[in-house]
C-alpha cells in the first residue's frame, strides 16, 4: 500500500488523515495521490464523483460549509502553501456532534484528510497563497448549501493566529451560529 492512514483522529469516528508515501530524489518527489485499491484494502469504499480546486490568498476563511440532504464525503489536500484545515461532526446520533478537528495541511507535508458525510467544513490560508484540491462523493447542490459561521464560540475552533485579519466571503460573514441549526 502506498498509504498510511490514522484512522478517527481528534478521537472523532470516521475522520481519517492519509500520509502517501512519497518517493524522491534529486530531481523531485513523485507520489500516488489517489489509489482506488489502496483506499478499498484500507476499507475506505468511496466513489468520488467530482475534484474542485480553489487557489486562496494569506488570511482567506473558506467556511464552515456544508451539504444538507446531499451530503459529501471529501478527500482534501493542498498542492501549494498551506492551511489550517477543519472539519466539526454534525451527526446527530454521535458522541462527539458538535466537536472538531483541525491539522495543518500543506504541500510540504503531503497529508490528506478524509472527511466523511454530515460534516461541516473550513479552512483558513496561513501562507501567501495556497491552491487546495479536493475530491467529493456527491456532486455539489447549490440550493442544498448549509454553514456555521467560523468563530461560533459554542465549537470554539482555536484557528491559528496570522498576521493579517481574516478574509471572509460576504455568504460566510453572515453564517448562523450551530446551536441555531441544532436546537436541542
Known sequence: ?????????GNIEGLCVIIPKVH??????????YNKNDMAEANLNINFVQ????????????GLHFQKKYSQT?????????????AVDLRLNSK??????????????????????????????????????????????ADDEGGIIYNDPDINILWPEIDCEFKLSDKDKILPRFKELFKS
Request: aromatic letters at 16%; a neutral charge.
Open 1 to 9: 500500500m502506498q498509504i498510511e492512514i490514522n484512522y478517527n483522529v
Open 24 to 33: 524522491g530524489d534529486n530531481r523531485g518527489y513523485f507520489y500516488e495521490s
Open 51 to 62: 475534484d474542485n480546486q480553489s487557489m486562496s490568498t494569506k488570511g482567506v476563511l473558506r
Open 74 to 86: 471529501k478527500l482534501v489536500r493542498v498542492i501549494r502553501g498551506n492551511v489550517y484545515d477543519v
Open 96 to 141: 462527539t456532534f458538535g466537536k472538531y478537528y483541525g491539522l495543518e495541511l500543506s504541500a510540504e507535508n503531503k497529508k490528506q484528510f478524509l472527511i466523511p458525510k454530515n460534516f461541516a467544513h473550513g479552512f483558513l490560508v496561513l501562507s501567501e497563497v495556497a491552491e487546495f484540491c479536493y475530491k467529493c462523493d456527491d456532486f455539489y447542490h
